[in-house]
C-alpha cells in the first residue's frame, strides 16, 4: 500500500477550510438554480431521479465523506428510517452538527437547495418539511477514513441498504490503485444487493479549499466504470456532465462530473 501517498492526502486536509469550499462550489455560478445547465442542479436532478424509481430504499443510508455539505441527501431522506453522515474531518463533521441543530443562523443558507430539490421532486412538499424531515433523520454523524479496510471501525455493526458519496474517493486517493481500494473498503459497509449513488470530478487534479490544495486523482468515465465492475457491482445509470467554460472559476480544474448508480452483487 502506498501509506505516503495516503498520509500526505491526509497532511493536506489539515487546512481544509469549509466556509471557502461552500464558497467555491456551492454558491453562484455554480449553485445557479434557474437551469440544469449549471453544476449543482445537475447534481440535484441526477439524485432525484434515481429515488423517484422507488427502487432504493430501506433502513439506513450511508453518505461516505458527508463534508459540510447536505444537498446530497434531500432526495434520500425520503426512503430510509435512518442517515448515517461521516468525514473525515472534525471540522466537517461540527458543521453538519451545528445544521442539524439549528446553532449555526449566520451559517450556510441551504435553502434553495431544499426548494430546489421539492421542486423537480414535483411532490408539492413544502421546503421547510424536507429540511425538517432530513434533519430528524441525520441521526449519526461519524468518523470515518476510507483508507482503512473497516473505514468506520466499529461504530456501525449493520451493512447499510444504500450507499451515496460526492466528491469524495477522489479527491482524497493520491493515485487509481489507491481509488481501487477505498471503493472496495467502503464497499464492505454495504448490504449485497445494496445500491450505491456516486458523484464526482471528472479529469480533475486539484481543488482549493482556504488555504488548502487538494490534489485529486483525475479519472475518467471509463476508469469510474471499470472501477466499479471490478468490485463487483452492476452499473444501472451512468450520466455525466461537461463543466462549461463560465463554472470554470479558477477553484479546481475539474473538467466534468460523473453520477453512477451502482448495484452490489447479490
Ligand atoms: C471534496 S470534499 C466533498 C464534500 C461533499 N461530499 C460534497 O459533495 O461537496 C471531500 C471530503 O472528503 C473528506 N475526507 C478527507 N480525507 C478522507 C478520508 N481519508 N476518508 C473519508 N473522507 C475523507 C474531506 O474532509 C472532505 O469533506
Known sequence: ???????????????????????????????????????????????????????????TLIDVGTGPTIYQLLSACDYFEEIVATDYLEVNREAIRRWVHGEDPGGFDWSP??????????????????????????????????HQPNPLGSLLS????????????????????????????????LKPGGHFLMIGGLEESFYLAGEAKLS????????????????????RNFRSYIMPPSLKVGVDDVQGIFFIHAQKAA
Request: proline letters at 7%; hydrophobic letters at 35%.
Open 113 to 146: 437547495f431544499i426548494q430546489h430539490t421539492c421542486r423537480i421532486e414535483g411532490k408539492g412538499e413544502p421546503w421547510k418539511e424536507k429540511e425538517q424531515k432530513l434533519k430528524r433523520k441525520l441521526k449519526k454523524i461519524l468518523p470515518i477514513d476510507v
Open 216 to 235: 485529486v486523482v483525475p479519472l475518467g468515465e471509463v476508469d469510474v466504470k471499470e472501477s466499479f465492475a471490478q468490485s463487483g457491482y452492476h452499473i
Open 1 to 59: 500500500m502506498c501509506t505516503s501517498g495516503v498520509a500526505a492526502v491526509a497532511e493536506s486536509y489539515k487546512t481544509f477550510n469549509p466556509s471557502a469550499y461552500l464558497q467555491n462550489n456551492y454558491m453562484p455560478p455554480r449553485a445557479t438554480f434557474t437551469s440544469e445547465e449549471f453544476a449543482v442542479p445537475w447534481k440535484l436532478r441526477c439524485l432525484a431521479d434515481s429515488f423517484a424509481t422507488g427502487e432504493i430504499y430501506g433502513h
Open 158 to 189: 449493520q451493512p447499510a441498504d444504500a450507499l451515496v458519496s460526492a466528491f469524495c474517493l477522489e479527491a482524497v486517493s493520491p493515485d487509481r490503485p489507491s481509488f481501487d481500494r477505498a471503493l472496495q473498503n467502503v464497499s464492505t459497509l
